[in-house]
């Protein structure tokens, strides 16, 4: 229907898989190779971690370089969105999420960053650009 859609109206419609940031290791595996499958698809452009920020970006490095290394092989245009610095409970996650970016290199996109955006942050956020 999306293409049909797309000619109707002239809106091409793209979508993120939801990765919820609080599952378990194991349900985030399960995840990631949900997505891997759901990738093939045109309509999905990229992955959004989301869920409230109580845990470190660190936590969802392994997931987060899965992802990558499938794009690589797979879809360069793949963008990761993280959901970080919604809040002060981890002042370093916006900066730990362009990290992992910046070495993974994917596309990235930080969600609210209202929090931890601190001088290194945005230098690495430039690098990225």
């Keep these: 229907a999306l293409p049909e859609i797309g000619a109707a ?3 091409g419609l793209r979508f993120l898989v939801g990765m919820p940031r609080n599952f378990s290791g194991p349900m985030l595996l399960r995840e990631v190779e949900k997505l891997k499958l759901m990738g093939a698809s045109p309509y999905i452009v990229g ?4 869920g409230f920020e109580d845990n470190k970006i660190g936590e969802l490095e392994p997931y987060m370089q899965a992802i990558a290394a499938w794009a690589e092989a797979h879809d360069h245009e793949f963008t990761l969105r993280i959901h970080a610095g919604e809040n ?9 999420s362009l990290r ?3 070495q993974f290199g994917m596309r990235v996109r930080i969600g609210h960053a209202a ?3 601190d001088e290194e942050a945005m230098a690495i956020a430039e690098a990225l650009s």
């Design 47 to 50: 992955v959004d971690f989301m």
């Design 115 to 117: 929090h931890g955006l």
């Design 88 to 96: 002060r409970k981890n002042l370093t996650n916006v900066k730990e």
């Design 100 to 102: 992992l970016a910046q």
């Design 9 to 11: 109206t002239g809106v």
